[in-house]
């Protein structure tokens, strides 16, 4: 693991304090379980703007819709 050093507000620090107290867990573990799922909406939201920006070509380009044709298709006939 790697240290990190943050400020807080007085207010976020005795939130932390009061959830971790009730989760019977510690400040950093909280933290840690906090940034993983900011981090995880981040790159979610990433791949979706990506995916948003892909869909105009895959709606354009015909090279890459000419597949669709064998959906349904037996690939083994």
């Known amino acids: 693991m790697q240290r ?3 400020l807080l507000e007085p207010e976020q620090h ?6 971790a107290r009730q989760q019977k867990r ?8 906090m940034l993983a ?3 995880a909406r981040q790159k979610q939201a990433a791949l ?9 070509d895959y709606r354009s380009d ?7 044709a064998l ?4 690939i083994h006939a």
């Open 26 to 33: 510690s400040v950093s573990d909280l933290i840690r379980e």
């Open 4 to 6: 990190t050093q943050i």
């Open 62 to 68: 015909p090279e890459l819709t000419a597949f669709l």
């Open 71 to 74: 959906d349904g298709d037996d």
């Open 14 to 19: 005795k939130a932390l304090i009061e959830i």
């Open 37 to 39: 799922i900011q981090i």
């Open 48 to 56: 979706s703007r990506a995916a948003l920006v892909l869909l105009d």
